[in-house]
């Protein structure tokens, strides 16, 4: 008798790593990044990836002065926010303000949905320590456009909140909160919009939208733009453009950058000498971010603005 054929077995799927995929979008501390690999974890991106598709949703839903008048509004509110406050305020501390003011720059800058704000304060200082070089997640002299643009967050790697790197944020729970839950925000906002919208069809016919014209173009459309528009400073700012100063990296300097980023595109400024909350050192370099922090400080919202010292425009190339 001949023996029959080996059994062959069936490989089943990493079922707990799918279950920590589907919970880190609900809870982004309560299951752990699984280590540092640099693959993308397709589950977890699914949410992006969507927020890319339900924009196609303007060809259903039409389109009215009132929804891109939203969608424009909170472009500029939220990138007011992620520039001023994110960046300049909860990474570098380029300024101080009250608790109040904090917080609630943090929210308007957790609704960019761009993750928490001690997650993105902690990569962004890591990325001033490593520019450029094989630790540095999205430089594209290492990593290529692509992935220095729209890959690496996406890694498990790079899931995680590197708490060590923020002990100074690290010390409000509400802040703790707002970066554990970073969903939470988001969530909420999209809600408001369809509401929004819905409201207005029922008793402001005149404005011709709908909740679900309000969600597309308020939350998606808006919210897409916002994400591609800034993450270009990783994945362009380091390519195109002009270098004023001397740096261990490829920053460079792109006006275009700059408008549409409220002043973020004074990237090679900024890389030189980044404890300045401006960003734009020569009075023509545009720097709307830079103006608003201004206003604030005038009307006592926040104080310290930290400024160029004149030993840094000497330094600049000729």
Excluded at 154 to 177: H, I, K, M, Q, Y
Excluded at 265 to 271: C, K, L
Excluded at 305 to 311: C, G, H, I, S
């Amino acid at each position: 008798m001949t023996a029959p054929p080996p059994r062959t077995r069936t490989r089943r799927p990493d079922v707990g790593a799918l279950r920590a995929s589907l919970g880190r979008w609900f809870d982004s501390s309560a299951v752990a990044g699984r280590g540092a690999g640099d693959a993308i974890d397709w589950v977890r991106a699914l949410p992006f990836l969507a927020m890319h598709l339900a924009c196609f949703a303007v060809l259903w839903v039409g389109v009215s002065p009132v929804a891109v008048g939203v969608a424009i509004g909170l472009y500029a509110v939220r990138m007011f926010a992620i520039t001023g406050f994110y960046h300049r305020y909860f990474s570098h501390r380029a300024f101080r303000t009250g608790r109040v003011v904090q917080f609630v720059f943090a929210v308007i800058g957790a609704a960019c949905v761009q993750r928490g704000p001690l997650w993105w304060a902690a990569h962004h200082r890591d990325h001033h320590r490593h520019a450029d070089t094989a630790a540095d997640l999205h430089s594209p002299r290492v990593h290529g456009f692509w992935w220095s643009h729209a890959g690496w967050f996406l890694t498990d790697g790079a899931f995680a909140t590197r708490s060590e790197r923020v002990p100074d944020l690290c010390r409000f729970p509400e802040l703790r909160w707002l970066d554990r839950f970073d969903l939470a925000v988001p969530v909420a906002l999209a809600g408001f919009l369809y509401a929004l919208g819905a409201a207005l069809e029922r008793w402001v016919p005149q404005a011709h939208t709908s909740g679900s014209q309000m969600l597309v173009w308020g939350f998606f459309v808006s919210t897409i733009v916002l994400f591609h528009v800034t993450v270009s400073i990783n994945s362009l700012a380091h390519r195109f453009g002009r270098r004023r100063f001397d740096t261990r990296d490829d920053s460079r300097n792109n006006g275009w950058l700059a408008l549409l980023t409220f002043g973020e595109g004074w990237h090679n400024n900024h890389h030189f000498f980044p404890g300045s909350a401006r960003q734009g050192f020569r009075w023509w370099e545009v720097d709307l971010t830079w103006y608003g922090l201004k206003l604030m400080q005038s009307v006592g919202l926040i104080w310290d603005l930290k400024t160029v010292p004149a030993w840094v425009m000497t330094k600049a190339r000729a």
